[in-house]
């Protein structure tokens, strides 16, 4: 079988999934700018994650856009069209992942005015698992690997873990020393945008299985 | 004549059974059920061992490379290959009760019952009237006012009517492309067929036309079972509710339009509805 007769459309597919991969790369590292600028207290490097949220959105539109443009004129079928339909959910996720590094770089920002109540422990190594979480969806799309996808979603289950003890936690540092709540307060909103980033990735990698699979379905 | 003795839920049993090895429409109202099909030109068969069913007013697309035997299949339905020289054919097709292949069974009968539409519009060179009244005077209707009836009808299902009311008398020759396959079909229907099978109907039209005929498609589909072979997947996809891919003259996958065209099972579909060969 001639396996070149669409060799631009296979050319052009494979600059969309680069496309992807990048926009991918660009939020794994305001991920971990946002987290490294939150545990040194670095608000140069808090405003450096907040300016690149537009390069992010830029990636939205244009990827959005070259994918509508090989829906019409391309015809795609099968996993072409399964791999084009993927690609456009996936960027909706992948841009709000960006915008939670935002939110969190911002955060960051307020909470570096005065030194912390307690020293940061659990919320870097919760941060490390949804930043994995984040590459190895990325892997499991390039790679077509859906046995990668499980173990993904068995992270995402650590991570739950991580934002029900870690809210308990911070709670009762309020309730016993309403002079913390101004910094737990926030410190309990980081902790909630790394899981909102978590559940994103888990919808990432449903899309992934279906663009694999055909087959839709919660993977968590 | 063993299908009459057996019972419709056998016939089902029977028909899921064999539907195991290749999925596909199954009711009890399946109006073509073909067995073991293979069709020989000479020494080189044409149709593989294909053995399928076709549901009733619904429409199934046939799709495949030049040369994989599509319209050869389709031609058996009413025995066109027939008119072949050195054509054979092997296995059953069952149109109802009817053993379409059977050598008792009548043939202008047979074609009566299945219609066809070709590629290129066919049109006598007669009158638009004389070409709907053609079908139904060989078959010995003579008068005037049921002719009028019947021509008025077809025209209306053919979608071609208030084009044409005004001027049945012209010559169906000074037709538009898309407004001759329309008569065509007209002319088709003009004998009350039960199936329509259409080889690449609107290939040789330009776009409008061809979404003219696709729209005609699904409104025929309420009431005759059609059979398409079209190398245009789009218009495959967009017509029909099953589809079949043939390949070096076997049927390599059967199933609904919607899985065909989205998640087929076989890598070799894949590979042809996504253009990577074909």
């Known amino acids: 079988m001639d396996q070149h007769t669409r060799a631009s459309f296979d050319e052009q597919l494979r600059e969309l999934q680069q496309e992807l991969l990048r926009m991918g790369g660009v939020v794994e590292q305001m991920l971990f700018m946002c987290v490294k600028a939150l545990v040194e207290r670095d608000v140069a490097l808090a405003d450096e994650t907040i300016n690149m949220d537009d390069i992010v959105d830029g990636y939205n539109l244009d990827i959005e856009t070259h994918c509508l443009r090989l829906l019409a004129l391309q015809q795609p079928m099968a996993r072409d069209l399964r791999t084009i339909a993927a690609v456009l959910k996936i960027i909706t996720d992948v841009e709000r992942m960006g915008d939670y590094a935002v939110d969190i770089a911002k955060t ?113 | 004549m063993v299908k009459e003795t057996l019972g419709l839920k056998d016939i089902v049993a029977e028909k899921l059974t064999k539907r195991e090895a290749q999925s596909g429409p199954v009711s009890a109202n399946d109006t073509i059920s073909i067995r073991n099909l293979s069709v020989y030109y000479g020494d080189n068969q044409a149709v593989k061992n294909v053995t399928m069913d076709i549901g009733a007013r619904d429409i199934t697309a046939l799709i495949g490379p030049s040369g994989c035997g599509k319209s050869t299949f389709l031609r058996s339905m009413n025995r066109m290959n027939d008119l072949i020289l050195g054509a054979r054919t092997e296995g059953e097709i069952w149109l109802d009760a009817t053993d379409v292949l059977s050598p008792a069974t009548d043939v202008v009968e047979l074609r009566k019952r299945v219609g066809m539409v070709f590629q290129r519009p066919n049109p006598f060179p007669k009158s638009i009237f004389d070409n709907v009244a053609y079908g139904p005077r060989v078959h010995g209707i003579r008068r005037r006012d049921q002719l009028e009836e019947t021509v008025e009808q077809s025209l209306i299902r053919a979608a071609l009517w208030d084009e044409v009311k005004d001027n049945l008398n012209k010559s169906a020759m000074d037709l538009s492309g898309g407004q001759q396959q329309r008569l065509c079909i007209a002319r088709v229907l003009a004998v009350q067929p039960e199936v329509l099978l259409m080889d690449e109907p609107a290939s040789a039209l330009d776009p409008i036309s061809t979404l003219r005929i696709e729209e005609l498609m699904s409104e025929l589909k309420k009431d005759y079972t059609i059979i398409i072979v079209t190398h245009n997947m789009q218009q495959a996809a967009r017509v029909s509710t099953y589809t079949g891919f043939f390949l070096s003259g076997e049927l390599i996958e059967f199933g609904l339009s919607t899985t065909i065209f989205t998640t087929p099972r076989e890598k070799r579909t894949e590979d042809y509805v996504t253009g990577r060969f074909g």
């Open chain 1, 108 to 220: 960051a920002k307020i909470l570096a005015e005065k030194p912390l109540f307690k020293p940061l422990v659990d919320i870097p190594r919760m941060a490390e698992i949804v930043q994995r979480m984040l590459r190895e969806s990325l892997q499991a799309f390039v790679n077509h690997d859906t046995a990668l996808l499980e173990q993904i979603v068995t992270e995402d289950d650590a991570v739950d873990n991580y934002n029900r003890a870690l809210t308990d936690e911070l709670v009762g540092y309020m309730e016993k020393n309403p002079s913390v709540v101004y910094q737990a307060m926030r410190l309990i909103l980081i902790v909630r945008y790394l899981e909102r980033i978590a559940d994103h990735i888990t919808n990432v990698c449903e899309r992934v299985y279906y663009m694999e699979t055909g087959t839709l379905k919660e993977l968590h």
